[in-house]
C-alpha cells in the first residue's frame, strides 16, 4: 500500500521557485519519485496557486496539479481548523495553513508535505497539531519537508 501524501502550496511554489535552488533541487527530486506515493492536494491550494500574479507562472503552478487528487474544502475541514486556530495551534492570520491539516487530517492522509518551516514542519507545532486531534477524536498527521520521504 502506498503512503497517502498531501502537499501544501508551498511544494508547488518551490518546484518553480529557482530563487532557493537546493529546495528546488530537493522538490524536482521528489517530483521524481511521485509514482511511489498516493498524491492529493485541495481546492485551497488550487486557490492559492491561482493567485500566482504572473499569468505563465500561474498556468505553469497550475498545470502540476494535473493527475493529482484535489479534495473539496467541506464545512467540517472549515470546523476542524477553527478548532485549531481556537486551541492555539494556529492564529487567525495562520488559517490557511490549519485548513491545510485539517484537509489532510480528515481525508486520512498518511503525511502532509510542506516547505513551510515555520507554520506547520516543526516539532512544537507537530505535538500540538496531534494533541488537539487525540482531543477532538481525530487522526493523528505526520508533517514533513520533501527531503524527509
Same mark, same amino acid.
Given at each position: 500500500?502506498?503512503?497517502?501524501?498531501?502537499?501544501?502550496?508551498?511544494?508547488?511554489?518551490?518546484?518553480?521557485?529557482?530563487?532557493? !535552488?537546493? #529546495?528546488?533541487?530537493?522538490? *524536482?527530486?521528489?517530483? @521524481?519519485? &511521485?509514482?511511489?506515493? %498516493? +498524491?492529493?492536494? $485541495?481546492?485551497?491550494?488550487?486557490?492559492?496557486?491561482?493567485?500566482?500574479?504572473?499569468?505563465?507562472?500561474?498556468?505553469?503552478?497550475?498545470?502540476?496539479?494535473?493527475?493529482?487528487?484535489?479534495?473539496?474544502?467541506?464545512?467540517?475541514?472549515?470546523?476542524?481548523?477553527?478548532?485549531?486556530?481556537?486551541?492555539?495551534?494556529?492564529?487567525? !492570520?495562520? #488559517?490557511?495553513?490549519?485548513? *491545510?491539516?485539517?484537509? @489532510?487530517? &480528515?481525508?486520512?492522509? %498518511? +503525511?502532509?508535505? $510542506?516547505?513551510?518551516?515555520?507554520?506547520?514542519?516543526?516539532?512544537?507545532?507537530?505535538?500540538?497539531?496531534?494533541?488537539?486531534?487525540?482531543?477532538?477524536?481525530?487522526?493523528?498527521?505526520?508533517?514533513?519537508?520533501?527531503?524527509?520521504?
Amino acid at each position: 500500500m502506498k503512503l497517502r501524501v498531501y502537499l501544501d502550496t508551498s511544494v508547488f511554489s518551490a518546484y518553480f521557485d529557482d530563487r532557493v !535552488t537546493d #529546495r528546488q533541487r530537493e522538490t *524536482h527530486a521528489f517530483w @521524481a519519485r &511521485l509514482s511511489e506515493f %498516493d +498524491i492529493a492536494t $485541495s481546492d485551497l491550494a488550487r486557490r492559492e496557486l491561482e493567485q500566482a500574479p504572473e499569468a505563465r507562472q500561474r498556468r505553469r503552478l497550475l498545470g502540476l496539479l494535473k493527475g493529482f487528487t484535489i479534495h473539496a474544502i467541506t464545512d467540517e475541514m472549515e470546523r476542524v481548523a477553527d478548532y485549531y486556530v481556537e486551541a492555539g495551534v494556529f492564529t487567525i !492570520t495562520m #488559517r490557511n495553513d490549519a485548513l *491545510h491539516v485539517a484537509a @489532510a487530517v &480528515l481525508t486520512r492522509q %498518511d +503525511i502532509l508535505l $510542506s516547505w513551510n518551516f515555520r507554520h506547520l514542519v516543526n516539532r512544537t507545532r507537530r505535538a500540538k497539531i496531534n494533541e488537539t486531534n487525540a482531543f477532538r477524536g481525530l487522526p493523528a498527521i505526520e508533517i514533513l519537508a520533501p527531503p524527509e520521504l
